[in-house]
């Protein structure tokens, strides 16, 4: 045991310990210095009391971390997706304003049955389109997000817009009402789709949980503003409908605005089908690998863009490869062909490429990882960039895949694209070959379908 008195001899002229508040590294302030000698203790404190009631306020609505936590462009999004939610709210009391007064409150002839009878079937006609968007559209969100964030809150405005027409057309009341809900539906599975997939995009240190969490407070908050608000245009604006009607299209335009620009800020580095196309297209021009930031200025994010496109009958490159094919609606001369462009490398090949006329077809093998189905459709468009551009075949675009393609992915992964895996529609259909004895089974009758064997 050390003597009575000895701790004081042992202290040095002077020891001082830092303390500093933050939970994550790179994020890290000093709040206060405590200096201590052998006689006195000399406390420094850094900062106000209000600052560090703000930054727990602040805490409650940015992810922790702020802002190394998050991508560079979460901050503008969050602003003008706040501002979109904020015109989203103020318009919802002008329009429920509407649908009430259509169902009948505040009318002394209106029945509580009545009212009940017609709210639920708004909401099962909403929750069955859910359903069927689910159905029809649900493996295409993640694909396209951004174009998909566009149209789920023009759905939403149609909807809104569908309710303040209902008072204007009784005899179609119920119709309009329930189309109206169908509209908002689409609006929930396509938002939540996508918010998961841009959440996922934001957390850069495996933070989407709290991202989430923090944007569940933003939502809040421009709910709580907007209700408040809407109650006063609505206030205002009772009784007269053309301040009602100006008020509402005034704001929609607005809401469309800031939805435009919050998803025209989104640089996202996963590959989907057009971001593919235009890295490949830079890449085969330049050598040189485009950012995710100038990628992001390129892409058609306008839902309408894709609808000009099929009624002008014009496909971009990616448009013309269809991926994932079945094997079933081969000919008898295609599967020669594609025994022929393939047989030298079928034992390592996970995937078979056909041209048809002027698209490319890609034949899944069974056992294609993620990576192999990100080199077959990039294979697949370099196929058409050479046929159009240098008239090369099949040989050319095999020699650059080996050659020129580890090169390509690993200039992609180095200015932060990801590269695990192409984001497209669910491959449904795959196909299963091997060399072993390929040449014996073309030549078998049972291969060949009826019309095939006419050939």
């Known amino acids: ?59 409650a609505f940015v992810p922790e971390g702020f802002p190394s936590s998050v991508t560079l462009d979460y901050v503008p999004f969050q602003i003008w997706d706040t501002l979109q939610g904020l015109s989203t709210y103020i318009r919802a009391m002008l329009s429920t304003q509407a649908l009430l007064s259509a169902i009948g ?56 817009l569908m309710d303040l027409l209902s008072p204007l057309f009784p005899s179609a009341f119920i119709l309009i009402v329930c189309l109206g809900s169908i509209s908002r539906s689409f609006t929930g599975v396509a938002s939540g789709a996508t918010r998961a997939a841009l959440t996922q995009h934001f957390a850069l ?29 609505a206030h205002i604006t009772r009784g007269n409908a053309l301040a009602i009607w ?45 950012t995710p930031q100038q990628v992001s200025k390129m892409e058609h994010i306008l839902p309408f863009w894709a609808s000009w496109r099929r009624l002008t009958n014009t496909k971009l490159l990616y448009e013309r490869v269809q991926l994932g094919a079945k ?20 034992k390592l090949a996970q995937y078979l490429l056909l041209e048809k006329k002027d698209n490319i ?12 189905i990100l080199m077959a459709f990039f294979h697949a468009l370099l196929l058409l960039s050479l046929r159009e551009e240098i008239k090369h075949g099949q040989t050319d675009s095999h020699k650059w895949i080996d050659e020129h393609y580890p090169i390509f992915i690993s200039k992609l992964q180095s200015v932060g694209w990801s590269t695990e895996r192409l984001l497209s529609p669910s491959i449904v259909w795959r196909a299963h070959w091997d060399d072993a004895s390929v040449e014996e089974k073309l030549k078998q009758p049972y291969l060949l379908r009826p019309e095939a064997k006419k050939q």
């Open 327 to 346: 094997a079933s609606s081969l000919r008898h001369s295609e599967i020669l062909e594609l025994y022929k462009s393939a047989k030298s490398g079928l």
């Open 205 to 233: 240190e495996r933070n989407a949980a709290d991202i989430s969490a923090k944007e569940g407070s933003q939502e809040t908050l421009a709910t709580m503003t907007g209700m408040v608000i809407g109650m006063l245009l």
């Open 361 to 372: 077809v890609i034949f899944v093998h069974k056992h294609a990882a993620n990576v192999d």
């Open 1 to 59: 045991m050390q003597p009575e008195g000895s701790e004081n001899e042992q202290l040095p002229s002077s020891f001082t310990i830092e303390e500093w508040r933050g939970s994550s590294g790179t994020k890290l302030s000093r709040t206060a210095i405590l200096t201590a000698t052998s006689s006195s203790l000399a406390f420094t404190r850094f900062g106000t009391r209000w600052g560090q009631i703000w930054s727990s306020i602040l805490g």
């Open 105 to 160: 409150v505040g009318e002394t002839t209106a029945t509580v049955i009545g009212a009940t009878f017609q709210w639920f079937l708004r909401d099962f006609t909403g929750m069955l389109g859910g359903i069927l968007f689910t159905f029809y559209q649900g493996s295409n969100l993640d694909s396209n997000a951004k174009m998909w964030r566009l149209v789920a809150d023009f759905m939403n405005d149609l909807g809104m």
């Open 246 to 290: 100006v008020s509402f299209l005034s704001l929609t335009m607005f809401h469309l605005y800031a939805n435009y620009k919050a998803v025209q800020c989104l640089s996202l580095t996963t590959l989907n089908c057009e971001r593919s196309s235009i890295l490949l297209k830079h890449f085969l021009g330049t050598g040189e690998v485009l």
